[in-house]
């Protein structure tokens, strides 16, 4: 269970009710938590490297990751300033997925069940991430799939 973690409004209400913190003292607030492209980076490269028989390859300039015989499952790049994630998703969460502003269909492979987050904050990271993992669930054999739930 992840733990809660007050943003926000909700940051300066609970920080309020802590006495003496201030706002800008409250230790669990992401408004002081910058989310630069590197920082994005490198926790997607980590969940995606972490898989069995994941790796990493570039064979158009910029990271792919692949489980097993060459089956792509993530492709990452920077774009003005951000993080883009293209991960394949089941219909029902693609379908969930277009309801965010920082999603879209992903250019050549979307017609294929693929879409592109645009990775600008830590409430896009978080989904990225979990994109990622039924990614990864979806493309890899059978036998490996058991380590992305």
């Known amino acids: 269970m992840k733990p809660a973690v007050a943003c926000?409004?909700?940051?300066a209400l609970?920080?309020?009710?802590?006495g003496s913190k201030s706002r800008d003292s409250f230790p669990?607030?992401?408004d002081s938590v910058a989310l630069t492209p590197s920082k994005a980076a490198a926790r997607i490269r980590s969940l995606a490297l972490s898989f069995p028989e994941s790796y990493e390859d570039e064979p158009w300039g910029h990271p792919v990751f692949k489980v097993s015989d060459n089956r792509m499952f993530a492709s990452m790049w920077e774009e003005e300033g951000r993080?883009?994630?293209t991960v394949k998703l089941s219909a029902e969460e693609r379908e969930i997925a277009h309801l965010l502003p920082f999603v879209s269909r992903a250019p050549y492979v979307g017609r294929y069940g693929w879409i592109t987050a645009d990775v600008t904050d830590q409430e896009s990271l978080e989904a990225?991430?979990?994109?990622l993992r039924e990614s990864y669930w979806l493309k890899?054999?059978?036998e490996l799939k058991k380590a992305a739930l």
């Open 14 to 18: 609970f920080g309020a009710s802590l």
């Open 140 to 142: 890899a054999p059978a």
């Open 8 to 11: 926000g409004k909700e940051a």
């Open 83 to 85: 993080i883009r994630l």
């Open 128 to 131: 990225a991430l979990e994109w």
């Open 28 to 30: 669990l607030s992401l």
